[in-house]
């Protein structure tokens, strides 16, 4: 595994970490070229899509604190793992102070096709 991501657990929260950041540069190691992820606005192929429709997130919720929170894992083997977990953001918007929530799985992967690297379907 990668030394950003050592284990499903710390991947997890290196993630969480790197969002609040609000800098891309930290979150593009953790996403594999290949990723695919979902976000309200739709799916998004490729790391670059990806970190494309989180960087208009962060253009849009403005001083954004994510929270990842009830971290459960559905499977771990080997180089694969699977987690389900609750999200939680507060920022302002317009504005306007906004929250929101909600639950997502992260199919992971350290291995295959892009080694030390995750997949991550947000």
Same mark, same amino acid.
């Given at each position: 595994? %990668?030394?950003?991501?050592?284990?499903?657990?710390? +991947?997890?929260?290196?993630? !969480?970490?790197?969002? @609040?950041?609000?800098?891309?540069?930290?979150?593009?190691?953790?996403?594999?070229? !290949?990723?695919?992820?979902? +976000?309200?606005?739709?799916?998004?192929?490729? #790391?670059?899509?990806i970190l494309t429709?989180?960087? !208009?997130? +962060?253009?849009?919720? #403005?001083?954004?604190?994510?929270?990842?929170?009830?971290?459960?894992?559905?499977?771990?083997? =080997? %180089?694969?793992?699977?987690?389900?977990?609750t999200f939680r953001?507060?920022?302002?918007? @317009? =504005?306007?102070? #906004?929250? =929101?929530?909600?639950?997502? !799985?992260?199919?992971?992967?350290?291995?295959?096709?892009?080694?030390?690297?995750? +997949?991550?379907?947000?």
């Amino acid at each position: 595994m %990668s030394e950003s991501a050592a284990s499903p657990p710390d +991947f997890v929260r290196t993630y !969480e970490q790197a969002t @609040n950041s609000h800098d891309i540069a930290q979150l593009t190691p953790l996403i594999a070229p !290949e990723a695919v992820c979902w +976000f309200s606005d739709g799916s998004h192929c490729g #790391r670059d899509a990806i970190l494309t429709a989180i960087a !208009e997130t +962060f253009a849009t919720i #403005r001083d954004e604190t994510y929270e990842i929170s009830d971290l459960e894992w559905i499977a771990v083997s =080997g %180089s694969h793992a699977v987690c389900r977990y609750t999200f939680r953001w507060v920022g302002t918007i @317009n =504005g306007q102070p #906004r929250t =929101g929530s909600g639950v997502d !799985e992260e199919p992971m992967s350290s291995s295959t096709p892009t080694p030390g690297r995750y +997949f991550t379907s947000t």
